[in-house]
C-alpha cells in the first residue's frame, strides 16, 4: 500500500515518481541472483497468492462499507482464504496475505502492545492475527502479513516503551536522538542501526509474526524507493535487519519488500529479500480496483530496467494482478490479457487483489491457464522487450528447450498489428508457434508471425524454430569509420562489445555508421546494442531517409548493454544508418548488427 | 427569373419557381422506392487484380472507426464498419440525414447562426452491431481484411480452433441495402446476435421510425437470415446460433425531397416503412445474387477510367496499406502503386458517397458521432468545389450529379434568403448600392435552404463556376440546361453589387466587388478582393458562353460581357512581387495561410497560365504568391497547393505536396489515417477527418498528368521522377469535351488517344510541340509520335 497510515491521502498527490537511475556513473552490477545454483529455499519461483489491499483500496461499490480500507476483516480474509483454496490452490496459488491496517481501526488509528508492537484491531480481528494464520493453514495454505519500515511513531510512547526481550532497551534507544523519520509516508521514526537495541526491536516483531505462524511478510515504505531519496530514508539497514531478524526466528518467512525501490539498491534488495515492488502501487484508488492508464500500463516501461535481477530467490515484483472480474478490475478483456500476459512473462509474483468469491468465467481463465502460469512458475528467464518500447512492442526470452516465449504487446488506444520477427529473435526460415492463452498450435510460420490485436492487447505464443541461425555482421559505434556531430562522443564501457560506446547523444547530437554493407535491397531487423539507465528515445534512419523516433528501454544502469531490434530499409551495398537524438537526450550506442539476409 | 434588380420577389413566385426547378431535375436525390434492380446474367469477375485491393491486418474498435473503420456506401446509404471478428459494428448514414432548417433569421451582426439545431448538422441513421462472442480478436489469429476497390466490397476473415471464417460488406445501389454475409470454411457455425439501434435515443429494435424537431422523418430495417441453425427475433435483437452462414441487411433514410417548394419534405414518404420493405425484399435473394448485382453496378462506373503510376517493388506489395503508408514516409522511396491506389480510394470514395442524393460534405457520407465538426456541412470557400474537382478529373462524370442537383435544388432558397435578408442593414457585406438581386449564399450551406456562419458573397460564382467546368468536361446540353437559371442569377446578384471606382493615379473606372472577407483570413471589409474579382470574371465569361450555346437572354449576356470588360483585374504587388490578394501592395493576412484564395485565377481558374498567352509578370506573381505560401499544411490546403504547382508545371513541389499528405497520421497529426481517410490536426493531438484532401490530392495527380482547357489540351505538364519510368491513364475527360487516354515511357508520352464526347477542335501540346486535333463527337483519334 501507499496510503498514509494515518488518513485518508489525497490519491493524486501521493502518486509516486517512477525510480530512474538518471546519473550516468558506474553502478555495480550483481549477476542474476542466484542462477545455477540449487534452488533457494524461499522464492524459488515467483509466489502466488492472493493479497488484501486491491479491495481495501478501492471506492467499488460494497467493498469497504465501513470507510476506507474497511474490507480487511478476519470475516473476509477467512472468505476469500477458502475461495482461493477452493478455487486457485490447484493451480498454484498459496499466499494469503493480510495487508495494511490489521492493527488500526476503522478509522485508521493504530494499535501497539506493551513493546511497541502492531497489535490486531480486535474489531477486525476479534481471534487475534494467530487464529487468522491458523485457519489459512488448515487450508493447506500459506499466511502473509504487512508492515511498515521504521519505529511508527504511535509506538514510540514517549521512548520509555520497553523493547521485548531486550533488557533495559526502550524505544528511545533504537531511534536517531532528533527523531527523524522515514519510510514512504513518514509516518515512523528513523531506527538507528549502530545501535545495539535496534535490531533487538525488529527481532521481536520478528518473533511475534513467526509466534503467530506467518510465512511472508510484505515490509512497505521502504527508501530508497517509496517516493523518497536521501540517507533519512535509506532504509536498507532495517531490510537488513529483518532478514536477520526473520533467520533468527527459525521460521521460513518470504520477505517481500514495497514500493517503487530504488534500482540503484537491487544489489541490497537481492541479498536481503524475496522480491521487491519495481513500481508504485497498481491500485487505482478509484472505483474500481485498478485502471489501464492508472497504473497497469506503466510496467512496460518500468519493467525492462529490473528484468536482470530477477531469478530463483528474488523476483521483480510488478504488484497485484487483478484480472479475475472486468467489472470490479475497470479493465477490457484484453487489458486483462495483456496485465496477465506481461506478469507472466516478466516472471512476477502472481497474487491476485480479486473477489475471489467474484470471478467471472474470462477472470479465472486468465488466472487459471496452466500453460501461462507455467510461463511464470517454469524454470525459464524472464522475458525483456526485442523491439523498442513503440506502441506496438514484443518481448521475449530464450527458453532452456531452444524455444523462444514470445509476447505481442500493442499498448495504444486503438486496434493494430504487431509482428514478432525471427530475425530479431536471432534465427531464419521457419518456427512452429503456439498460442497459449488458446491452448492452440497455430501451425508454421515463415519469417515472421502477425496477429491483429485490440487496443492495449496482447498475444503469448510458445516460438520454436525449425530455421537456422541468422549470421549477422557487427558495425562498433566507436569505429573511426562512423561520423560523429554535436557532441556525441566515443567513451569508455566496460560491458560494451570492443570496451567502448558512442555517447553524449544529446540536443542534436548524432552517430552515423558510414558503411553498412547488405547483399539486396529490403528491409533489416537491425540489431542495436545500446546502454540507457533510462528509457531514452533516438530517431534512426538510413540513407538519409524519414527518421523514425523509438524509445529504448531502460538497462537499469550505465553499465549494461542490451539490444533491440529496428527495422531499417537498406539498399543493394553500402548504407548509412544514423542515431539522432533530436532536440532529446539519446541512449549511447555500443553497436549495431545487421543480418546478412533477411 | 427576373432581370429586375427589385429588392424583394413575391414570395408566391419564388415557390413556383421552386416547383419548376425541382420538375427539371433528372433523378430524385431521396429514399424512394428503387427500381428493379439489374441483375447480371454471369457472375462479375470476383478476381481482384491486386493494385487495387487494399488490406490491413488489424480491424477498428468502437473507439478508431474515423481513422480504422472502412466505408461503404452506395450513393446515399453508406456506413463505416469495424470488421472485428467478435464485434462487427456498422456506423450507418443516410446522406440527408440533417438537423436544422432554412435558418433564416440572422445574427445580431447580421451573419448566420451556426448551431445544431438552426442551421443543423449531418448525423448518424444508426449503428448495426453484429456480436459473435466466441470470435473474440484475442481468440482468433491470422486476422486480415481488404478493400477491393475494383468491386467495392469489403472482406474480412481469420481463422478461429482451425476454420477459416470470412465476412463480405458492400452498400449496394441496386437494392438500396447494405448487406453483411458471413461464411465459413471448416465446419465453423456463427451464433450471436445482431443489433440495430438509433443514435438519437429511439433505442434498438429490428426496425425504427422516428422524427427529429425539424420534421424530418427517418426509419431503418435490419433482417438476417443464415443456414444451418436457427434466425429469430428476440425482442428487441436478432439472435442466430448455429449457422453455417449468415447474411444480414441493412437499409434505412429519411423523407428528405430535394424540393425548396415541398419544405424538403416528401409527405407521402414513409421512412421507416420504406426500410422495412427495402430489407425484405433484398432479401428475397442470396447473398450472391446481391453480391453480384452490387458489383456490377459498380464496376460499370469505377472501370471506366485507370491509372498506372509504375511498378512497386516485392518488398512493397508485401506490405499491408498501413504498413506501406508508413514505409512510403519512412524510406522516402515512392510506391507508385500505392500512389496511384490513393487516386482510386478517392474514386471509390466518391463513388459510394455521391450517387443519387445529397453531395459529399466536410466529411462526405461518414460519420463517428452526431456532432461532427463544422456540422460536416457543405463549406462553399474550397471544400464542395475541392470535393467536386476530382470527379470529371478522374472519371466519374456521373457523380457529379449530386452536386448539380444540389445547387439546383437549393437555389429557390438561396434566392429568396438573399432577396429578404442579404441587404439586412446590420449585414457588413450588404450591398452599399442598396440594390439586391439574384442569390448567394453562406460560407457553409445545408440541405435546406439555408446558410451557416458568414454571408459569402463569392460563394455563388464559385459553386456556378464549378458547374460550369462539368459542362466543359461534359459538353452535356441538359446539365448546361439545368445549370443556367443558377449562373444567370449570380450575375444577376453581381450586377447589383459591383460598385464602379477609380484606379489611384488614373482616370479609368473599374468595376470592384463590395466590401468582402478573402476567405477566413485578413481584413473583413475589403473591397475589390482578388478571390471575389476572379471568380465574377469567370462567372460573367461562362454565363456569356452559356447564354449563346443556349440561345437565350441575348441581350442581358450583352450587358453582361460589357461589366466584365470593365471589371478590375487583379495585379502584381510592386512591394513583395506577389500577385495582390487585396487590392492592396501589402500582406494584410498571413503569409502562410491555408487558403489559396488570390489563386483561383491559377487553379481551378484560366486567367493565370504559364504558357505564354498571359502576361509573364502575372504568372510570376502567381508563383511568388504561391512559394510565399509554403509547402506544409494539411489535407485540402496542400491538395490545392499541389493543383497550383501542377498548372506551373513544377512536378517535383506538386509531388511533394501528395507525398506530405500520404504521410501516417498518429495521434491526431495530418495525414492519412489506417483507413486512408485524411486527417487534419485541428488542435495538438486531435485530428478529425475532412473528405476534401481525398478528393483533391487525386485531382492533383489527374492534373499533374493532364493539363485541359477548351481547345487546348497539354499531356503531361508535371510528370515527376517517380511516375516517370512506365505509366497510362485512361478514360480521363478533358475540358472541351473530349476523352483521353494516355500511355509514356521514360517520361515521355508513347500514345494518346483522344475521343470527342462533344469537342470539336483542341491542340495537344507536349513539351514545346503542338498539334491541332479536329474530331466529331463521338469520332477519336490516336497520336503516337508527340514525343518527339
Same mark, same amino acid.
Given at each position: ?396 526470452? #530464450? ?7 514470445? +509476447? ?7 486496434? %493494430? $498489428? !504487431? *509482428? @514478432? /520477427? ?97 547483399? #539486396? ?7 542495436? +546494442? ?7 528515445? %533516438? $530517431? !534512426? *534512419? @538510413? /540513407? ?55 | ?788
Amino acid at each position: 500500500m501507499r496510503s498514509s497510515s494515518y488518513s485518508v491521502m489525497p490519491l493524486r498527490a501521493l502518486r509516486a515518481a517512477v525510480v530512474l537511475a538518471l546519473a550516468a556513473g558506474a553502478v555495480t552490477v550483481t549477476p542474476a541472483a542466484h542462477a545455477g545454483t540449487t534452488a533457494p529455499a524461499l522464492a524459488a519461483k515467483p509466489y502466488m497468492g492472493w493479497s488484501s489491499w486491491s479491495m481495501q483500496s478501492s471506492k467499488y461499490p460494497g467493498l469497504n462499507l465501513d470507510g476506507d480500507y474497511s474490507y480487511l476483516t478476519e470475516a473476509n480474509v477467512a472468505k476469500q482464504t477458502d475461495a482461493l483454496a477452493a478455487k486457485l490452490k490447484k493451480y498454484g496459488y498459496e499466499y494469503v496475505n493480510i495487508d495494511a491496517g490489521w492493527w488500526m481501526d476503522k478509522t485508521w488509528k493504530t494499535g501497539y502492545d506493551q513493546y511497541g508492537r502492531q497489535k490486531a484491531d480486535p474489531v477486525r480481528f476479534p481471534s487475534g492475527m494467530k487464529a487468522v494464520a491458523d485457519r489459512i493453514h488448515s487450508k493447506g495454505l500459506k499466511a502473509g502479513i504487512y508492515l511498515p519500515a521504521g519505529l511508527e511513531k504511535g509506538a514510540y510512547g514517549d521512548g520509555k516503551t520497553p523493547i521485548w526481550n531486550a533488557d533495559g532497551c526502550t524505544t528511545a534507544d533504537i531511534v536517531y536522538s532528533d527523531l527523524r523519520t522515514t519510510n514512504g509516508w513518514d509516518s515512523a521514526y528513523k531506527i538507528d542501526f549502530s545501535r545495539p537495541c535496534a535490531q533487538k526491536y525488529i527481532d521481536s516483531q520478528a518473533q511475534l509474526i513467526a509466534g503467530w505462524g506467518y510465512d511472508f511478510l510484505k515490509l512497505d515504505g521502504v527508501g530508497p524507493g517509496s517516493g523518497k531519496s536521501g540517507d533519512q530514508y535509506d532504509n536498507v539497514a532495517d531490510v537488513a535487519a529483518w532478514n536477520k531478524a526473520i533467520a533468527a526466528t527459525g521460521r521460513p518467512i518470504h520477505l517481500e519488500l514495497s514500493w517503487s525501490l530504488d534500482i540503484g539498491h537491487a544489489a541490497d534488495w537481492q541479498k536481503y529479500s524475496q522480491g521487491w515492488r519495481i513500481d508504485t502501487d497498481v491500485e487505482c484508488y478509484c472505483n474500481t480496483l485498478v485502471s489501464w492508464e492508472n497504473s497497469v500500463d506503466d510496467r512496460w516501461d518500468d519493467t525492462p530496467g529490473w528484468t536482470k535481477y530477477a531469478g530463483p530467490g528474488g523476483w521483480n515484483d510488478l504488484d497485484s494482478l487483478d484480472v479475475g472480474n472486468g467489472e470490479m478490475d475497470g479493465l477490457t478483456k484484453a487489458e486483462r490479457q495483456s496485465y496477465a500476459t506481461l506478469w507472466a512473462i516478466a516472471k512476477s509474483p502472481l497474487f491476485t487483489g480479486d473477489d475471489l468469491t467474484r470471478l467471472d468465467s474470462y477472470g479465472l481463465s486468465l488466472l487459471t491457464n496452466k500453460e501461462v502460469i507455467a510461463v511464470d512458475q517454469g524454470a525459464t528467464p524472464p522475458a525483456r522487450p526485442i523491439t523498442p518500447s513503440d506502441p506496438q512492442q514484443v518481448w521475449a526470452a #530464450k527458453n532452456p528447450d531452444g524455444s523462444y516465449t514470445v +509476447a505481442l504487446f500493442n499498448l495504444a488506444d486503438k486496434p %493494430a $498489428a !504487431v *509482428s @514478432a /520477427n525471427w530475425a530479431a529473435l536471432g534465427f531464419t526460415g521457419k518456427a512452429a508457434v503456439r498460442d497459449l492463452w488458446n491452448h492452440e498450435n497455430l501451425g508454421s510460420f515463415k519469417d515472421k508471425v502477425t496477429e491483429a490485436l485490440p487496443a492495449h492487447g496482447s498475444r503469448l505464443f510458445t516460438v520454436t524454430p525449425h530455421g537456422s541461425a541468422l549470421a549477422f555482421t557487427g558495425y562498433e559505434a566507436e569505429s573511426s569509420a562512423n561520423t560523429l556531430a554535436g557532441n556525441a562522443s566515443v567513451a569508455d564501457c566496460s560491458a560494451c562489445s570492443g570496451g567502448k560506446k558512442v555517447g553524449n547523444l544529446y540536443l542534436g547530437g548524432k552517430l552515423t555508421f558510414n558503411d553498412v554493407v547488405v547483399p #539486396k535491397a529490403g528491409t533489416y531487423q537491425v540489431k542495436i +546494442a545500446y546502454v540507457s539507465g533510462d528509457a531514452r528515445s %533516438a $530517431a !534512426v *534512419s @538510413a /540513407n538519409g531517409g524519414g527518421a523514425v523516433s523509438h524509445k529504448y528501454p531502460s538497462t537499469g544502469d550505465w553499465g549494461t548493454v542490451e539490444t533491440v531490434s529496428v527495422p531499417l530499409t537498406l539498399k543493394a551495398g553500402s548504407n548509412t544508418i544514423t542515431f539522432d537524438s533530436g532536440n532529446s537526450y539519446a541512449p549511447d550506442i555500443d553497436r549495431i548488427d545487421v543480418p546478412k539476409s533477411y | 427569373m427576373t432581370t429586375d434588380p427589385s429588392p424583394m420577389l413575391p414570395r408566391r413566385d419564388l415557390l413556383a419557381l421552386a416547383a419548376m426547378t425541382g420538375a427539371a431535375l433528372a433523378g430524385l436525390p431521396a429514399f424512394t422506392a428503387s427500381a428493379a434492380p439489374q441483375r447480371p446474367v454471369d457472375s462479375p469477375s470476383t478476381k481482384a487484380s491486386s493494385p487495387l485491393e487494399l488490406w490491413w491486418q488489424a480491424p477498428a474498435d468502437d473507439n478508431s472507426m474515423i481513422e480504422q473503420g472502412l466505408p461503404v456506401g452506395n450513393g446515399r446509404l453508406g456506413a463505416l464498419a469495424s470488421n472485428d471478428p467478435g464485434h462487427e459494428v456498422l456506423l450507418v448514414t443516410d446522406a440527408t440525414m440533417w438537423t436544422g432548417g432554412l435558418n433564416d433569421t440572422l445574427d445580431s451582426d447580421g451573419q448566420f447562426p451556426y448551431g445544431r439545431t438552426d442551421f443543423g448538422s449531418f448525423t448518424l441513421l444508426g449503428r448495426l452491431t453484429v456480436d459473435i462472442p466466441d470470435h473474440d480478436l484475442g481468440a482468433v489469429s491470422g486476422y486480415r481484411r481488404t478493400l477491393d476497390l475494383a468491386q467495392g466490397v469489403v472482406t474480412t476473415s481469420y481463422v478461429r480452433s482451425g476454420v477459416t471464417y470470412r465476412r463480405k460488406i458492400f452498400a449496394s445501389r441496386p437494392d438500396d441495402v447494405i448487406v453483411l454475409h458471413f461464411t465459413q470454411s471448416g465446419g465453423g457455425r456463427y451464433t450471436g446476435t445482431v443489433t440495430l439501434e438509433g443514435t438519437h435515443g429511439e433505442g434498438a429494435g429490428v426496425s425504427f421510425g422516428a422524427a427529429f424537431p425539424n420534421g424530418l422523418k427517418y426509419g431503418a430495417a435490419v433482417t438476417a437470415y443464415g443456414t444451418g441453425g436457427r434466425v429469430t427475433v428476440s425482442g428487441t435483437r436478432i439472435d442466430f446460433s448455429g449457422c453455417k452462414d449468415l447474411t444480414v441487411v441493412v437499409s434505412g433514410g429519411t423523407d428528405y425531397a430535394p424540393d425548396a417548394a415541398k419544405g424538403y419534405r416528401d409527405p407521402s414518404l414513409d421512412p421507416h416503412g420504406l426500410a422495412r420493405t427495402k430489407v425484405r425484399d433484398a432479401a428475397a435473394h442470396s447473398a450472391d445474387t446481391l453480391l453480384n448485382t452490387h458489383v456490377g453496378d459498380y464496376r460499370e462506373v469505377f472501370g471506366a477510367f485507370g491509372l498506372s503510376l509504375g511498378t512497386s517493388t516485392a518488398e512493397q506489395r508485401s506490405l499491408d496499406t498501413w504498413e506501406r503508408i508508413q514505409a512510403r514516409a519512412r524510406d522516402e522511396v515512392p510506391d507508385p502503386e500505392l500512389e496511384a491506389a490513393y487516386v482510386q480510394f478517392g474514386r471509390y470514395l466518391m463513388i459510394s458517397g455521391s450517387r443519387g442524393s445529397l453531395p459529399l460534405g466536410l466529411q462526405g457520407l461518414w460519420l463517428d458521432g452526431n456532432d461532427p465538426d463544422w456540422m460536416g456541412d457543405y463549406h462553399t470557400d474550397i471544400n464542395i468545389q475541392m470535393n467536386y474537382w476530382m470527379a470529371d478529373r478522374a472519371g466519374l462524370s456521373s457523380c457529379f450529379d449530386a452536386f448539380t442537383d444540389y445547387c439546383v435544388a437549393q437555389v429557390p432558397s438561396w434566392t429568396d434568403v438573399t432577396r429578404r435578408l442579404f441587404n439586412d442593414p446590420r449585414n457588413r457585406y450588404r450591398n452599399s448600392s442598396g440594390k439586391n438581386a439574384g442569390w448567394t449564399i453562406g460560407i457553409s450551406t445545408n440541405p435546406y435552404g439555408g446558410g451557416g456562419w458568414w454571408w459569402h458573397p463569392a460563394g455563388n460564382a464559385w459553386l456556378c463556376n464549378t458547374l460550369w467546368e462539368h459542362y466543359e468536361y461534359t459538353r452535356s446540353h441538359t446539365h448546361l440546361e439545368k445549370i443556367y437559371p443558377l449562373l444567370k442569377g449570380a450575375c444577376e446578384f453581381w450586377e447589383a453589387r459591383l460598385l464602379t471606382t477609380t484606379l489611384p493615379g488614373t482616370s479609368r473606372e473599374v468595376l470592384i466587388a463590395d466590401s468582402d472577407w478573402s476567405p477566413e483570413q485578413g481584413p473583413l471589409d475589403a473591397k475589390g478582393i482578388t478571390y471575389a474579382q476572379e471568380l465574377v470574371w469567370a462567372l460573367f465569361g461562362n454565363y456569356c458562353v452559356a447564354a449563346a450555346e443556349l440561345k437565350k437572354d441575348g441581350g442581358y449576356a450583352e450587358t453582361i460581357a460589357g461589366l466584365r470588360k470593365r471589371l478590375y483585374l487583379p495585379q502584381v504587388s510592386p512591394k513583395s512581387g506577389w500577385l495582390e490578394e487585396w487590392m492592396s501592395p501589402d500582406n494584410l493576412g498571413e503569409t502562410t495561410h491555408r487558403h489559396l484564395s488570390p489563386l483561383v485565377g491559377l487553379f481551378p481558374g484560366d486567367r493565370i497560365r504559364p504558357d505564354g498567352s498571359t502576361p509573364a509578370d502575372l504568372v510570376a506573381g502567381a508563383t511568388a504568391l504561391l512559394t510565399a505560401r509554403g509547402m506544409e499544411s494539411f489535407g485540402w490546403a496542400n491538395a490545392w497547393r499541389s493543383l497550383c504547382w501542377a498548372r506551373l508545371k513544377n512536378a517535383d513541389k506538386a509531388y511533394q505536396l501528395i507525398v506530405t499528405n500520404l504521410r501516417p497520421s498518429t495521434d491526431g497529426s495530418n495525414g492519412t489515417a489506417p483507413n486512408l481517410f485524411d486527417i487534419y490536426e485541428v488542435s495538438q493531438g486531435r485530428g478529425i477527418f475532412q473528405i476534401d484532401a481525398n478528393f483533391g490530392t487525386p485531382a492533383a495527380v489527374s492534373e499533374m498528368l493532364l493539363y485541359s482547357r477548351p481547345g487546348h489540351l497539354e499531356l503531361l505538364p508535371a510528370l515527376p521522377d517517380a511516375w516517370s519510368a512506365a505509366g497510362s491513364l485512361t478514360g480521363a475527360p478533358a475540358r472541351g469535351g473530349f476523352v483521353v487516354d494516355l500511355r509514356w515511357r521514360d517520361g515521355r508520352p508513347t500514345e494518346a488517344h483522344i475521343r470527342s464526347v462533344g469537342g470539336r477542335t483542341t491542340t495537344v501540346a507536349y513539351g514545346g510541340t503542338s498539334r491541332t486535333v479536329t474530331l466529331r463527337p463521338g469520332g477519336s483519334v490516336t497520336l503516337k509520335d508527340l514525343a518527339r
